[in-house]
């Protein structure tokens, strides 16, 4: 439950409860009131307890060892039984495991120590969580062993990593490949049940909040979180556009899930989307001081600058944090149809980018050129206009101030809304709730 969750659940019983009976004496009002209060509090205290006792809680993590031998170790409160799989380019294993609560500071892990480079933990989809583990050599894992609480000490899980041949470790990610294509196929959802129903044709809109999960995205020099700010920004975006009930709102996440980036375009092909808006607030190394102010990103196959460049590269990497298996890309398909499909897409996504600038400009601060492109997957959909939206850089402490100012985002969410209004103005006119002007 979150903080606002919370809010509610405290002020509505009483605010609603009470506002229809002004003759009660003001002495009852509050005994009721507090009433109300303490049960509200009571039954959010129970939920919690309930929550927290349905998933294992990680209390620390470590690593020790040397280039010869690794050991990572988990404290944890109940047994839990990692499925271990290795990936390559670059060298990573994974451990999945059911959704656990990861109680410690995850990003104040070190873990370069010995065979492991680097590491990371988190939600990895609905029912699973995940730990990504960047190899610095080749391994094998030697054994994997639980350990009982004995006195007063937690119960560890414990990996073995020893250090292996490259034959061996490709070995074990083709072993990897094999599993996760047959448990793929197993799972292969119904397109058709799938695809979304559309028969009141209101045009379907699915924001896109980057990152999630294991995936953290940008980390801003105040130490906000790229993946919490840009689900926040996305979720106040869909309040936004759903007044006057003129399009169906999807958003590929709405909570803390890692969603990889085929899917999100997949979400958006199968719900035959009519607009995709990814939206991110990543950061950048290169000319760290100079990129500032809100960008529209459209797909291309050049980039249109560097800065464009290193972000979809950045942008494209989501999936190998989270250890997930890069499919193969479709070879170029000649079709002259698709090929039409897609050049008319690019341009209605070229539209809306000009449309959305055109309303961002006079709202809040742009970066200089704000129209840019390059080649970033999850705008690949050969059918759907789809555009990512930088709404600043984590990287600068100006722009992290504005992100998390409620003044800066409402104002932000305002002019979306008046683009995407704009954009489908024509499509709507003529029916009955259209946007007028
Ligand atoms: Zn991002």
């Known amino acids: 439950m979150t903080m606002a969750d919370n809010k509610k659940v405290l002020q509505s019983p009483a605010s609603s409860g009470l506002a229809g009976v002004p003759a009660i004496a003001p002495a009852i009002q509050w005994v009721m009131a507090l009433a109300v209060l303490s049960l509200a509090l009571l039954l959010s205290a129970y939920g919690a307890q309930v929550w927290a006792s349905e998933k294992p809680v990680?209390?620390?993590?470590?690593?020790?060892?040397?280039?010869?031998?690794?050991?990572?170790?988990?404290?944890?409160?109940?047994?839990?039984?990692?499925?271990?799989?290795?990936?390559?380019?670059?060298?990573?294993?994974?451990?999945?495991?059911?959704?656990?609560?990861?109680?410690?500071?995850?990003?104040?892990?070190?873990?370069?120590?010995?065979?492991?480079?680097?590491?990371?933990?988190?939600?990895?989809?609905?029912?699973?969580?995940?730990?990504?583990?960047?190899?610095?050599?080749?391994?094998?894992?030697?054994?994997?062993?639980?350990?009982?609480?004995?006195?007063?000490?937690?119960?560890?899980?414990?990996?073995?990593?020893?250090?292996?041949?490259?034959?061996?470790f490709a070995e074990f990610v083709s072993e990897t490949r094999s599993k996760r294509t047959a448990s793929r196929e197993a799972a292969a959802p119904n397109t058709d049940l799938m695809t979304a129903q559309r028969a009141n044709s209101k045009p379907v809109i699915v924001l896109d909040p980057g990152h999630g999960g294991i995936d953290y995205g940008a980390i801003g020099v105040g130490g906000t979180l790229e993946k919490a700010i840009v689900l926040e920004f996305s979720k106040l975006l869909r309040d936004k556009l759903s007044e006057g009930g003129l399009y169906q709102i999807h958003l590929t996440r709405d909570d803390d899930t890692f969603i990889p980036l085929g899917e999100r375009v997949q979400i958006g092909h199968d719900l035959a989307a009519d607009l995709f808006i990814s939206i991110h607030a990543?950061?950048?190394?290169?000319?760290?001081?100079?990129?500032?102010?809100?960008?529209?990103?459209?797909?291309?196959?050049?980039?249109?600058?560097d800065l464009a460049e290193e972000l979809a590269a950045s942008e494209n990497m989501s999936d190998i944090i989270a250890g997930v298996e890069l499919e193969e890309e479709p070879t170029e398909v000649t079709d002259i149809l698709l090929d039409?499909?897609?050049?008319?897409?690019?341009?209605?996504?070229?539209?809306?980018?000009?449309?959305?600038?055109?309303?961002?400009?006079?709202?809040?601060?742009?970066?200089?050129?704000?129209?840019?492109?390059?080649?970033?997957?999850?705008?690949?959909?050969?059918?759907?206009?789809?555009?990512?939206?930088?709404?600043?850089?984590?990287?600068?402490?100006?722009?992290e101030k504005l992100l998390i100012s409620e003044e800066w985002r409402e104002r932000m969410a305002d002019a979306m809304t008046e683009a995407v209004h704009s954009f489908f103005r024509p499509r709507l006119a003529g029916r009955d709730g259209a946007v007028s002007q």
Do not use: C, M
Request: zero cysteines.
């Open 340 to 399: 039409l499909a897609r050049r008319e897409t690019r341009s209605f996504s070229v539209y809306f980018a000009k449309t959305l600038i055109g309303e961002l400009q006079s709202a809040v601060r742009l970066i200089r050129n704000p129209h840019r492109s390059a080649g970033f997957r999850v705008l690949k959909a050969h059918d759907v206009p789809s555009v990512l939206v930088e709404l600043g850089y984590l990287s600068n402490a100006h722009d």
């Open 58 to 168: 990680i209390s620390a993590a470590r690593v020790a060892g040397d280039e010869d031998r690794t050991r990572i170790v988990f404290e944890l409160n109940t047994q839990v039984t990692p499925v271990i799989s290795a990936l390559g380019t670059p060298d990573r294993l994974i451990l999945d495991l059911p959704e656990v609560t990861f109680a410690f500071d995850k990003r104040a892990q070190n873990a370069e120590q010995g065979l492991v480079r680097d590491w990371r933990f988190g939600l990895f989809a609905v029912g699973k969580s995940r730990v990504v583990v960047d190899l610095a050599a080749p391994v094998r894992v030697d054994k994997t062993l639980f350990l009982p609480s004995i006195d007063d000490q937690p119960s560890r899980l414990v990996i073995d990593l020893v250090r292996a041949s490259e034959e061996e």
């Open 282 to 305: 990543d950061s950048v190394v290169r000319g760290k001081k100079l990129a500032r102010g809100a960008t529209v990103y459209t797909l291309s196959d050049r980039a249109s600058d």
